[in-house]
């Protein structure tokens, strides 16, 4: 009889199999019932790359092609043709595009199917992870409750959509495991990864460097030579930014296609503050206008993104809260790097829609799941609300991102 596999993987990869098999069958019903808006009415003219995204035609079409929607796009642009020097391409770091072209090959070329088995081989690689880093010091049944909010948060379905949240995610937890286990080497490679990911990968400097002194008693004389390995984290940014230097002249130019998404810093407090206004001037469009549009999905109705920004802020103030909450029930490093998440896409509100993006940001502040898990094995209450609210806004969501009207 063959060895059986470790338990952490046996539950995660059973998370991962029923709730990812579960968005696969849901996502094709919703685009096959659901009225869907046509891109070709977007602006954002980056959207329209159909020898891109219709991949397939017939069911494959529905079961695959549907997830790359919005963001995906510029992903495969990438994978496929490179950056140029304004397209805005820039604004998108490379290591995701990078995995999605060395697989294609094995998919006959095609960029969709690559990029959805990179997502979804790093979404079970993250799974994993986040239960190894939570059973060290809370034990399996709250290691399968984080594991188990993660899978079913609102905007998990961006886990098997082409985006970079579950290379990010994956990336990140297992630095931070590395470091539990005293391994800097491997946490700070980790950590060059995730940066080459996402500029957000240099937050991982404070919970790496907290856990490092912990070690040490926050005895500074104590660090030796080894805490140089903290510093191979800014290195993949670095190598970023040597590239856009060779390639363009500019290694700046990633911070300039921003402007694209009208992003700029503005500081978490005005964020915030931005944020509300919208969310309190969105509660006044819903309730003064008259309701006289049936059965028409139009991705400028004001109505819509008051919504979101209502949304948005809900998902905000929920995470801040939470963050608030870990001080006093987390590691400390664990604590800080979640609130670092939450703080550092509030720090660059767009003028349109303050919170752009929040709820999917949000996403990767896996410590805050540790958190739910943690209560969700002491509160049979808490843990029934917890899941029924994120499958039914997973639900929602999934359904919004697959006909092309705008989810995060």
Not at 95 to 109: E, H, R, V
Not at 239 to 267: K, N
Not at 269 to 294: H, K, M, Q
Not at 380 to 393: E, H, K
């Amino acid at each position: 009889m063959g060895r059986r596999l470790p338990q952490a993987l046996r539950e995660a990869g059973l998370i991962f199999l029923i709730t990812r098999g579960a968005l696969f069958l849901l996502a094709p019903l919703a685009y096959l019932t659901l009225p869907k808006v046509d891109p070709a009415t977007f602006t954002e003219t980056p959207l329209l790359k159909p020898e891109l995204t219709h991949t397939f035609a017939g069911p494959a079409h529905y079961l695959f092609d549907i997830w790359a929607r919005w963001d995906a796009v510029w992903y495969l642009q990438i994978a496929a043709h490179g950056y140029a020097a304004h397209d805005y391409s820039t604004a998108f770091f490379p290591l995701y595009p990078l995995f999605i072209a060395m697989f294609k090959p094995l998919f006959a070329g095609n960029g969709v199917l690559a990029g959805i088995f990179v997502s979804l081989g790093f979404c079970l690689a993250a799974f994993y992870f986040l239960y190894r880093l939570v059973e060290i010091d809370f034990g399996r049944q709250v290691a399968g409750k984080a594991v188990f909010y993660l899978a079913i948060f609102p905007t998990s379905l961006f886990f098997q959509a082409i985006y970079s949240e579950s290379l990010f995610l994956a990336l990140s937890i297992g630095c931070l495991l590395a470091a539990r286990r005293r391994n800097f080497v491997i946490a700070g490679i980790a950590g060059a990864l995730a940066t080459l990911t996402r500029s957000a990968g240099l937050l991982l400097l404070l919970p790496l460097f907290i856990m490092y002194m912990q070690e040490r008693d926050w005895r500074l004389r104590d660090a030796g030579w080894d805490v140089l390995y903290l510093l191979l984290v800014p290195l993949g940014l670095g190598v970023w930014m040597l590239f856009l230097g060779l390639r363009f002249g500019d290694p700046f130019i990633f911070t300039e296609a921003q402007s694209f998404w009208l992003r700029e810093f503005t500081g978490p407090l005005t964020g915030l503050w931005e944020g509300l206004r919208a969310a309190l001037s969105g509660v006044r469009t819903l309730f003064n206008t008259p309701d006289d549009l049936y059965w028409s999905v139009i991705d400028q109705d004001s109505r819509l993104w008051s919504a979101y920004d209502i949304i948005n802020l809900g998902f905000t103030l929920t995470f801040l809260g939470l963050c608030v909450a870990a001080f006093r029930k987390l590691p400390l490093a664990y604590a800080v790097y979640a609130l670092a998440v939450v703080l550092f896409p509030l720090s660059y509100a767009s003028s349109t829609v303050p919170l752009f993006s929040m709820p999917r940001f949000l996403l990767t502040a896996f410590p805050i799941f540790i958190l739910l898990g943690i209560w969700g094995a002491r509160n049979r209450w808490l843990d029934m609300t917890v899941t029924v609210f994120s499958l039914a806004f997973l639900g929602f969501f999934t359904a919004k991102f697959v006909v092309w009207t705008w989810v995060a």
